[in-house]
């Protein structure tokens, strides 16, 4: 479904992403793990269309979409859950769920309800400003308003970043749930363990180099990924 | 001072300060949304006169006022795409000074135009209309003006508020990155801003000068400052707040006026904004942060 190839990016004068590969199938989960640094946000930013690429090709669908501006690219199913959550604090929690799909003109009834049900917590705070919400509750208000696009691929940024392990659980709960309804997932994460595991397939970055890939068991029982990113010593 | 006389200085002050907070709208707006101080904003309330001048010349007021109020908006819209635009990226004081060269712009080309002698701004003679309510008597533009501006400050509200490109607008002005990976095109929401405001400054202008009599390159130096400090004084990047900031600085100016004091009517307004500063940078209704860290 998303295929990108050699794909180069710079970030700050310094080329953060050194010509990497890989594939997205259809209705799975795939995750790019890696250490701070190592690319994986840049390469996610790319795809949205937040920076500019310097070489290779990004193909959605059958698609180029290389060099498309951000507000196009949505516009072809791709959406992204930022790093950090952003959502708007001023705007309700209702707003932001409405302003995910932005771009739709057609009845969002149907879709805003879906939200409500994976999230019943952000139904009783609907009114609330989602500045006062709480990390978890913002973390679920990006995810919603990012369905709200009704996404063919959601990348999701870091979404475990700064939550308690118990939200954390929760979130990939949904994220394998909304999987389960046919929405392709690419997921970044510090947390390999946890992405690992929720993952169908997997790569690990390193200083802006594919260094493996695997499906998510088999980079769960790497020496490698063991001793980098899983905390346990090498035997 | 008679109650009568306190009266009658207090409906041309509200007056006044209602074409002032018309204009201070379009620098908080502005502000809102782009983090600029658009010191061309005087200068565009300025040519709208001129605008008015011209088009008065040869429509009848009926068509003039429409097409000063179009003409202003054009002119907002490519002086935020020729001067700001491509400076999005740049640092803020980059656009800062960009949006001061188009006001010393603005003020030359008009000078090199239209000469620096004095217009004489065109009578709307239906606006002209003395009332009388009581012992008061004002022309229709007095009474006029506060309703004008209060109705068109609601309908900003509401569009504010209640509308998608209303909605846009308020997520634009917090995150430029994530309301693109909403599909906002943050470029025709940023031009929407200066569409409010440039109408918004045509129809001040319109009011403020036919009570003025005449137009020259610089009448919109000392209007524009005064509606800028309204605007911070009421908090900038609040609609409300400089409204209200409009109306206190009018009615404090005429008041003073009326007391003997005019010298110091100006002096008063920089005054107000060197004790806000002090003791509430934030203004009146300034920006309150619900943002959870």
Redesign the interface.
Known sequence: MLNISNLKVNYGGIEAVKGISFTVPEKSIVTLIGANGAGKSTTLRAIAGLVPIKGGTIEFLGKQISGLPSEKIVGTGITLVPEGRRVFPDLTVLENIKIGAYLRKDDLTDDINWVYDLFPRLKERSWQLAGTLSGGEQQMLAVGRALMSRPKLIMMDEPSLGLAPLIVQGIFDIIKEINRQGVTILLIEQNANLALRAADYGYVLETGNITLDGTGAELLENEDVKAAYLGKKKK | MSLTTILQHCLTGISLGGAYALIAIGYTMVYGILRLINFAHGDIFMMAGYFMIFAMASFPWQVAIPLVIVGTIVMGVVIERVAYKPLRTAPRMSIMISAIGVSYLLQNLATYLFTAIPRGYPEIPFLKKIFHIGALSASLVTFLTPVLTILLVIFLMLLIKKT?VG??M??VS??F??S??????INNIISATFVIGSALAAVGSILYFTDRMSVTPFSGTLPGLKCFVAAVFGGIGSIPGAVVGGFVIGIAETLLVAMGYSTFSDAFTFLLLIVMLLFRPTGLFGEK????V
């Open positions: 998608k909605m846009a308020r997520a917090k995150d990155e994530t693109q990976l909403m599909g906002i095109k942060s619900t943002d959870k």
